[in-house]
């Protein structure tokens, strides 16, 4: 379905819009409108999204965005594996609830998160120990290149902390249209990270339990992005060095952190922000959570620029205060009349 004049796919509840908004159910979808397409893509004017939930648009984009409504769950076991393979326009935690009835498990810390299918193969969604690339097995792409449906494995995603080959050297190149992530029939949990032991009662914990542990956390921490605009977490975790950490952990003694390697300590971007008494505050219309310092929020009305420069602010009070850069795990979409690039 191709919609001029159309607004931008975002749970910011920022009210941008694009010359054509293109959304497909099917394959045949996709091809058919293939040469306008090509032509937004050599311009350098086409945006591909799944719902929106990690997009900030700054003002009208002037150009092309194409999303999946692809659908579909299907899936075969062999042994204690199953493969399960899911239209790039499935709603994530959907899959997820679909998995673990049929008694397919691994993905319950992904629980609530919002995006697509094809999202989580490009951001490479992750939480609570938890990320989406320990699952993705292959998926399937129409390549805007050749016009070729081709298979990709994960190993070729080049995944890391939310990012992928899709993010980088092939952006804007490859349409998703399936992803096939890998399950084990074994429930095997993961509970050792941020508050899920304290939030259990006992360790002998079913799957569908651990993903109902899982909404509680995130709903008592993040707003609902349809009552109170937002993408979730707006920055990522910054990685320092030992020698960084050492210093920090000297001076403030009660910084929590999560161990990356033996060079490499994580800090949670929250608790820097939330030292900087960022915790609550606004500035006009954008405001960061009350619950939690790594959501920045749409108070009501607010512009794309609003949230910009609110997160602007606060990554120099952080940078001020502990010598750290924090980077958005948002991307930010800045277009003008006059310009055929766009910065995400």
Wanted: glycine fraction near 8%; charge should be negative.
């Amino acid at each position: 379905m191709k919609t001029f004049n159309a607004l931008i796919p975002n749970t910011f509840g920022i009210e941008t819009c694009c010359d054509c908004l293109i959304e497909f159910q099917t394959v045949e979808e996709l091809i058919s409108c293939y040469p306008s397409i090509a032509q937004a893509r050599r311009d350098g004017n086409l945006l591909i999204v799944g719902r929106g939930s990690n997009l900030l648009p700054v003002d009208d984009f002037h150009g092309m965005v194409l999303r999946s409504r692809i659908m579909g769950i299907h899936s075969e076991e062999d042994g204690n594996n199953a493969m399960v393979t899911c239209g790039s326009g499935e709603t994530m935690d959907e899959v997820i609830e679909w998995c673990i009835g049929k008694g397919y498990y691994g993905m319950e810390n992904l629980s609530l998160i919002p995006g697509d299918v094809g999202a989580s193969a490009v951001q490479n969604i992750g939480a609570y120990g938890v990320e989406a690339k320990d699952f993705i097995s292959s998926l399937h792409a129409f390549d805007l290149e050749t016009q070729d449906i081709v298979e990709i494995s994960g190993d070729q995603c080049h995944y890391a902390y939310r990012s992928s080959i899709f993010k980088n050297e092939w952006k804007n190149r490859f349409v998703i249209l399936d992803v096939t992530y890998s399950l084990s029939k074994i429930f095997n949990p993961v509970l050792n990270y941020g508050n899920i032991s304290s939030a259990m009662q006992t360790k002998d914990i079913s799957a569908q339990q651990l993903r109902q542990v899982i909404i509680d956390i995130r709903r008592a921490k993040l707003p609902d992005w349809e009552v109170e605009g937002n993408a979730g977490s707006f920055f990522m975790n910054p990685v320092v060095g030992k020698e960084k950490y050492e210093a920090l952990i000297k001076k403030f003694p009660d910084m929590p952190h999560y161990n990356v390697d033996s060079e490499h300590e994580k800090i949670p971007a929250g608790w820097l922000i939330d030292q900087c008494g960022w915790k609550g505050r606004s500035i006009g219309r954008a405001g960061v959570h009350n619950n939690q310092a790594l959501v920045l929020v749409n108070r009501g009305g607010a512009t794309g620029q609003e949230i910009v420069l609110l997160a602007e602010r606060i990554q120099r009070d952080v940078k001020d205060r502990f010598g750290i850069e924090i980077h958005p795990e948002v991307n930010i979409l800045r277009s003008s009349p006059h310009s055929k690039s766009q910065e995400l």
